[in-house]
């Protein structure tokens, strides 16, 4: 018994060590919501590039991720759906399995940012931003880790904000939402740790997309930047790379971790 009881750890050893130190995801198949652009479409590519087959999860199909990842050689899928339908939510996980037999990874980046003071707070806000960020995520988060469960672990990777960590000004709905999503990593991870399946966050602050930049290379912009150490925004390749680490073997002892990538501005 004693003899079984080493050979068994020198296997566990062997798996949980010798990982691929490249971050390979060769052989994965991860959905990703919220892939046709911004940090969704980043994400997506370099899955991709490190070995992925690819389902882009969103309200419309983007033609530039489909080219992307086909041409270099990856298998792409793309569904249409609303994260707030729950038909679109199983329809998209019964899709993956049968065009590639399992899920690997999903990463929930699909989300909405409207922002108002709290004093002129609306219903229509806070209904539609807890309906996609907070509940669509979760929803999808369930439908895929089941699968995960029967087909024996996976790696959930949920795109929570800094909003969810500090608050901030005018972010009440977003804000809420982002910290149910940081604490909804936790609660799945506590309980399916133990069938293999990792749930993380990553907590980004302000991402240099097309419409981040729209919004932050200003002078409202140059203020903000003063008040963060690094005294830097984030690009959306930045945020790329902390998913690709999390699904990779690599990241195996990461479960219910929130990797916060803000320059240092939620820790004053």
């Known amino acids: 018994m004693e003899n079984n009881s080493i050979k068994d750890n020198s296997i566990n050893e062997n798996k949980y060590r010798n990982f691929n130190e490249d971050f390979s995801l060769e052989g994965k ?26 389902v882009s999860f969103d309200l419309k199909a983007s033609e530039e991720l489909k080219e992307y990842v086909e041409g270099l050689g990856r298998k792409f899928l793309s569904y249409v759906g609303d994260l707030t339908v729950t038909a679109d939510i199983q329809g998209v996980v019964d899709a993956a399995i049968e065009a590639f037999g399992k899920i690997d990874v999903l990463v929930n980046c699909a989300g909405i940012g409207f922002l108002e003071m709290a004093s002129e707070s609306t219903e229509k806000v806070w209904d539609m931003t807890i ?32 909003a969810g960590v500090v608050a901030l000004e005018r972010h009440l709905a977003y804000g809420t939402a982002k910290a149910g999503i940081i604490q909804m990593t936790k609660q799945l991870a506590v309980e399916w740790g133990q069938y293999n399946v990792r749930i993380n966050a990553i907590s980004p602050a302000v991402i240099l997309t097309q419409m981040g930049a729209m919004n932050w290379n200003n002078e409202k912009g140059e203020a903000f930047k003063k008040i963060i150490p690094s005294r830097r925004f984030g690009y959306p390749e930045e945020v790329a790379a902390c998913a690709v680490y999390l699904a990779s073997d690599a990241a195996s002892l990461f479960n219910g971790a929130n990797l916060v990538l803000d320059g240092g501005f939620t820790i004053e």
């Not at 919220?34 to 690819?54: L, P, T, V």
């Not at 996609?132 to 949920?158: F, H, P, Q, W």
């Open 131 to 162: 309906a996609v960020n907070l509940t669509g995520s979760t929803r999808m988060a369930l439908a895929v880790g089941k699968t995960m469960i029967a087909n024996g672990g996976g790696s959930i990777i949920n795109i929570a904000s800094q």
């Open 29 to 54: 198949t991860a959905i990703v919501t919220g892939a046709s652009n911004g940090i969704g479409i980043e994400i997506a590519k370099m899955f991709a590039r490190k070995g992925a087959d690819i």
